[in-house]
C-alpha cells in the first residue's frame, strides 16, 4: 500500500505546470465496493513552461482507460504518476476511465462511505485518490459533474455549484448532474450520495438575489440542523455588512458526516462538516459546541471568499486563506458576542487556544513558519501555527492600518487576485499598497519575517521613572530562540498596544516626548529593532504599564511587574484581556515557584483575597470571573519551564486548585447560587458565562467536598446531573463528580451512557471526559486502558479515537507522563495501530511527543525508547514518519 520513500518538498522548486486543465466533465458511477469514475477533461499548454510530459497525480486507483482527443494513448505508471509521453501541442481533450474503492477508504480521504453514504474530502490531496488528475491548487477548472446511483440506497444525490438536471435510469438508478459555474482547484472539489434529509431556508441578500440555503444531515438529525442553519444566515449577512463580500451560489448547501479527519471543509457551495461540528441541541450539545458550531460554519463560508475566489498557488500558502479565514471567523464571533466585555471574553478563549496549541508548536520539534519552506505531507501543516498564529499575524495588519484600512486592502486584494491562485506575499502586497505610509507599509518587508520565521518572539520591556523630568522611559527587547533550521533571528515587527496606570489605578494619558499633547488613554508602539525605548511624558508619578492589551502580537512578554503592579492590573485595567492575564500571571507566578523549589504550594492571602475579590465583584461578568479563577493549564505551564516535570506541575496545580477550593468556600456557593439560569435555554455569551462559572463553582464545592468528607454537594451535584435541562449543566455537574474522583461518579458516568448510548457525539464526551480526568494513584490512565476494551470504543472513527486516545496523551500530562513508562508504551501501540487504519489521525496523535526533549528524567530516556519504537516500523505511512524523524532529530 505504501510505496517509496518520501520525498521533501520545498518552497523555493515550485514550478508551474506544464499543462493547465479548463474543463473538466465526471461522471461516478457509485457502487461503495467499486466505482467507476469517467473523467473527460480539456487540457492545453501552459505556454510559460518548457515543454514536458503530461505527468498526473493518481493514488490506490484502477486505471481502465485512457484517451488523447478520443484514440488510445499509451502512458506509464511511476509511483503516484500517471505519466503521457506524447501529447500534442495543440489544445487537446484526454479521457481517463478508473476505478476506486470507497468501502475500503478508511484514511477518509478522498471517496469513501460513512453510514452507508459516499462523502469525499478532498484537501490537501484527496482528488488523486478519485480521479487522475493534476491535483494542485493552482490548477483551476469548471467542473460539471454527474452522479449515478442505486435510487433506494442513495436517494440524496449532491456536488458543488447548481443543480443542471435529474431522473431516473433503469435498474432502480437514478442520476442527477451539477455544474459549478466557478473554476476551482481540485481540492474543492466534493459529491455526497446518501438518504439524507434536509433543512431548507430562502434568504434574499442585499443585492435582492434569492438563495437555497440546505443542511444535510441523517434521518432523525434534523431537529439539530437549527443552530447550524442560524449560524450560516448570520455569517452571510455578515460577510456583507463588515467586508461587502456577498454569497455568488444560488444554492449553498452544508452536509454532516460522522467520520470525518477534521472539523469540517469548504469545498465550493457544498461544505462537508463532521458531525460534531454541526450537529447541536440543547439536550446533547454545551455552550462550548454551540459557539464552537457558529464558529466553524462561519468560518468555512468565509472560505467562499478568503479560499475559493481566491485560492493558494501552492501548499505552503495554506495560511493565505486558513489565517486568513481564522481571522475573519474569530471577528465574526466577537462581532456576534455583542458588548465590550464579551468580546474579551473571545480574545481571551482564543489566546488561551493559541498559547495552549501553537506555542508548544511553535518550541517543539514541529516548529514551522507561518508559510513553512518545506514539507513531506502537507497534510501534517494543517496546525495552530498555520491557522492560529496565522490569523494572529492578520490580526497584527489590522492592528497596524487599523480597522478602515484593513478593509480598503482587503478590497484591494479581491480586486487584484479575484479568480487566481495567489501566494502570502500577494496579500500583503494588497493590505500595503491600499495604506501607504502607514506603519505596516514603510516596514513591510521586515513584517513578513511572521512568514519566514518560526518560533514565538521573546519581548523584554522595563520602565525607568525619572520623578525630576517626569517621565517613564519603556525599554522594549526582542529576541526570538532558535528553532529547528532556524538558527539566527532577525527583529521582527511587534505591535504593542498599551496604557498607563497610576498607582492607585487610574488610566493616564499618553505623550511621547517630541509630541505637543497626549494622544489618548490607550495606543500602538511599534517596536521592530532588537532593542528601542520610548519616552512617554508629562506623569507626576512612577507608572503600571499595561503592555500588549488585548494581546496585540502573539509573542511572550516578559514585563518584569511585580505582585502588586498585576493586582493594579487585576482591578483597573481597563483592558479586560490584561485583567485576565494579571489573574493568570499571579496564579502562574506561584505555581512555578512551588514547582522549581520542588517545595509544596501554599497560596498566600493576598492571592486568594484577590481572587475572592474578582469572583464577589459586582460589575464583572460571569464568563469573565470563570476565566479569571481559572487555573492556567498544565500544558501551558510545562512551557515556561527549562525542564517539565509533569507529576511535579500536576502536584502544584492540584494543590492551588483545592486551597482556592477550600479558602473560597462561602464565596462559590454564592457563586453558584448567583448564576442559575430560570427558564428557556439559550447558548447567549450572558447565560453560557452564568452556567462556565457555576460549573466551575460547583466543581470547587465537589472537590472541597472530597477533602473535608461533606456529603452534601456532591449529592446536590449528582441531582443537578440527574435532573439538568441541558447538557452544559449535565456535563457540568457530572466532570464536577468525575474529576474530583467522587464516590457518585461511578452511578453517574453509568447513567449518562445509559441514557445516550444512540448519541455517538455524546458518547464522545463520555468518552472524552474520562480520557481527561486528572489524574489520581494511576486510577485515570487505568480506566482509560480499560475503556480501549469497551464495546462503544474503535479507532476507525476519529471523533472516538480522538475523544479517548488523544483525550489522554495530550490533554491529560499527569496520567499520561508515567514514571513505569507505561503511558507512552500506550501511546506507540495506538499511533501503530492507528496509522494502519487512517494516517492523518495517527500523525496528529504522534505529535502528543512533540515535546519530550524538555521532560525531565526518567520521562525523557522512556519518551524516547517509544518513539523509536514507532520509528522502527518500516511501513510507517509518510505523515507519522514525518512526524516522528521530526521528533528525532
Ligand atoms: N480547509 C479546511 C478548513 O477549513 C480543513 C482541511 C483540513 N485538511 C486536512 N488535510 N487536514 O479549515
Ligand atoms: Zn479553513
Not at 478520443?70 to 484526454?94: C, K, M, T, W, Y
Not at 462523502?119 to 467542473?143: K, W
Not at 520509528?871 to 505523515?879: E, R
Request: with cysteine.
Amino acid at each position: 500500500m505504501r510505496e517509496g520513500t518520501a520525498t521533501l518538498i520545498r518552497r523555493e522548486d515550485y514550478c508551474a505546470p506544464a499543462f493547465w486543465i479548463r474543463t473538466v466533465d465526471l461522471t461516478f458511477d457509485l457502487d461503495p465496493a467499486k466505482t467507476l469514475v469517467t473523467s473527460k477533461m480539456q487540457l492545453e499548454r501552459n505556454a510559460a513552461v518548457a515543454h514536458g510530459a503530461l505527468r498526473l497525480h493518481g493514488e490506490e486507483l484502477n486505471v481502465l482507460r485512457v484517451l488523447i482527443n478520443g484514440e488510445s494513448v499509451s502512458f506509464r505508471q511511476e509511483g503516484h504518476e500517471l505519466i503521457i509521453d506524447n501529447v500534442p501541442d495543440a489544445d487537446f481533450a484526454l479521457e481517463i476511465r478508473n476505478t476506486c474503492a470507497p468501502d475500503k477508504n478508511t484514511a477518509l480521504s478522498g471517496l469513501y462511505t460513512s453510514g452507508g453514504s459516499f462523502f469525499t474530502q478532498c484537501e490537501a490531496e484527496g482528488f488523486r485518490r478519485i480521479t487522475y488528475f493534476l491535483d494542485r491548487p493552482d490548477v483551476m477548472a469548471i467542473y460539471t459533474v454527474l452522479l449515478r446511483a442505486d435510487k433506494a440506497k442513495f436517494p440524496v444525490l449532491l456536488s458543488n455549484g447548481n443543480l443542471l438536471d435529474s431522473g431516473d435510469l433503469d435498474n432502480g438508478r437514478h442520476f442527477a448532474k451539477w455544474h459549478d459555474p466557478f473554476p476551482k482547484p481540485s481540492y474543492l472539489f466534493a459529491l455526497v450520495a446518501g438518504d439524507l434529509v434536509a433543512r431548507e431556508q430562502r434568504v434574499r441578500t442585499r443585492a435582492g438575489k434569492d438563495h437555497l440555503l440546505q443542511v444535510f444531515v441523517r434521518r432523525g438529525d434534523l431537529e439539530k440542523t437549527e443552530h447550524a442553519m442560524n449560524s450560516l444566515i448570520a455569517s452571510i449577512v455578515w460577510d456583507e455588512a463588515r467586508f461587502g463580500l456577498p454569497l455568488d451560489l444560488e444554492r449553498f448547501m452544508v452536509v454532516g458526516v460522522s467520520d470525518f479527519n477534521m472539523g469540517a471543509m469548504e469545498n465550493k457551495g457544498l461544505n462537508i462538516f463532521n458531525t460534531s461540528a454541526l450537529l447541536a441541541s440543547p439536550a446533547t450539545a454545551t455552550d462550548a459546541d454551540f459557539a464552537r458550531i457558529e464558529s466553524i460554519v462561519a468560518h468555512e463560508y468565509f472560505h467562499n471568499w478568503t479560499g475559493n475566489r481566491v485560492t493558494c498557488r501552492d501548499w505552503f500558502q495554506l495560511s493565505l486563506k486558513e489565517g486568513l479565514t481564522v481571522f475573519r471567523d474569530q471577528e465574526f464571533s466577537m462581532d456576534m458576542a455583542g458588548g465590550a466585555s464579551a468580546r474579551a471574553v473571545c480574545r481571551i478563549q482564543d489566546v488561551r487556544a493559541l498559547r495552549a496549541s501553537q506555542f508548544p508548536e511553535d518550541s517543539g520539534a514541529m516548529a514551522h513558519p507561518v508559510r513553512p519552506d518545506t514539507f513531506v505531507e502537507i497534510n501534517n501543516f494543517y496546525t495552530p501555527t498555520v491557522y492560529e498564529k496565522g490569523s494572529e499575524v492578520v490580526r497584527m495588519y489590522q492592528t497596524l492600518v487599523g480597522r478602515a484600512g484593513f478593509e480598503k486592502g482587503l478590497k484591494l486584494y479581491f480586486e487584484r487576485h479575484d479568480g487566481q491562485a495567489v501566494t502570502c506575499d500577494d496579500f500583503a502586497a494588497a493590505i500595503a499598497a491600499a495604506n501607504p505610509g502607514s506603519a505596516l507599509s514603510t516596514r513591510l518587508d521586515n513584517f513578513k519575517r511572521w512568514y519566514s520565521q518560526a518560533g514565538t518572539p521573546r519581548v523584554q520591556a522595563r520602565g525607568v521613572y525619572d520623578a525630576a523630568a517626569q517621565t517613564y522611559t519603556l525599554t522594549l527587547k526582542q529576541h526570538n530562540p532558535a528553532t529547528p533550521g532556524q538558527e539566527h533571528k532577525l527583529p521582527q515587527v511587534i505591535p504593542v498596544a498599551l496604557g498607563l496606570l497610576s498607582a492607585e489605578g487610574q488610566a493616564l494619558p499618553l505623550q511621547l516626548q517630541g509630541e505637543d499633547q497626549a494622544a489618548g488613554l490607550e495606543r500602538v508602539i511599534v517596536l521592530d529593532e532588537a532593542e528601542q525605548s520610548f519616552v512617554f511624558t508629562n506623569l507626576a508619578s512612577q507608572p503600571v504599564p499595561s503592555l500588549l492589551r488585548g494581546f496585540s502580537a502573539p509573542v511572550v512578554l516578559d514585563d518584569g511587574l511585580s505582585d502588586a503592579d498585576l493586582l493594579v492590573l487585576l482591578q483597573h485595567d481597563a483592558d479586560a484581556f490584561n485583567r485576565w492575564e494579571a489573574s493568570q500571571r499571579l496564579a502562574l507566578n506561584r505555581i512555578l515557584a512551588a514547582v522549581r523549589s520542588g517545595s509544596a504550594l501554599q497560596l498566600d492571602s493576598a492571592f486568594i483575597e484577590a481572587m475572592r475579590a474578582v469572583l464577589r465583584h459586582p460589575e464583572l461578568d460571569a464568563a469573565f470571573k470563570d476565566l479569571a479563577l481559572t487555573l492556567p493549564g498544565e500544558g501551558y505551564i510545562a512551557e515556561q519551564l527549562e525542564v517539565v516535570d509533569p507529576q511535579a506541575i500536576h502536584a502544584a496545580v492540584e494543590a492551588a486548585r483545592s486551597q482556592l477550593a477550600q479558602a473560597l468556600r462561602e464565596d462559590w456557593i454564592e457563586a453558584f447560587e448567583a448564576n442559575q439560569i430560570q427558564g428557556g435555554y439559550t447558548p447567549d455569551p450572558v447565560s453560557s458565562g452564568k452556567r462556565a462559572l457555576a460549573n466551575l463553582a460547583l466543581s470547587m464545592l465537589v472537590l472541597d467536598a472530597a477533602r473535608s468528607g461533606d456529603t452534601v454537594w456532591p449529592g446536590r451535584a449528582y441531582q443537578r446531573f440527574k435532573d439538568a435541562g441541558n447538557m452544559t449543566e449535565r456535563l457540568g455537574a457530572l466532570s464536577a463528580l468525575v474529576n474530583a474522583h467522587a464516590e457518585l461518579a461511578e452511578p453517574a458516568l453509568a447513567r449518562f451512557h445509559e441514557l445516550f448510548k444512540d448519541d455517538a457525539l455524546v458518547i464522545d464526551k463520555w468518552f472524552a471526559l474520562q480520557g481527561r480526568t486528572p489524574e489520581l494513584d494511576g486510577k485515570s490512565f487505568a480506566r482509560v486502558k480499560q475503556l480501549t476494551q469497551h464495546p462503544d470504543f474503535t479507532l476507525k472513527n476519529p471523533n472516538r479515537a480522538r475523544s479517548l486516545i488523544s483525550s489522554l496523551c495530550m490533554f491529560n500530562p499527569a496520567a499520561f507522563h508515567r514514571a513505569d513508562a507505561a503511558g507512552y508504551v500506550f501511546w506507540a501501540e495506538q499511533v501503530l495501530a492507528l496509522d494502519a487504519i487512517n494516517p492523518q489521525i495517527a500523525s496528529r496523535l504522534a505529535r502528543a511527543m512533540d515535546r519530550w526533549t524538555t521532560l525531565a528524567q526518567p520521562y525523557r530516556s522512556a519518551a524516547l525508547e517509544a518513539i523509536r519504537r514507532v520509528a522502527a516500523k518500516p511501513d510507517l505511512s509518510s505523515d507519522v514518519r514525518e512526524v516522528i524523524d521530526r521528533a528525532l532529530e
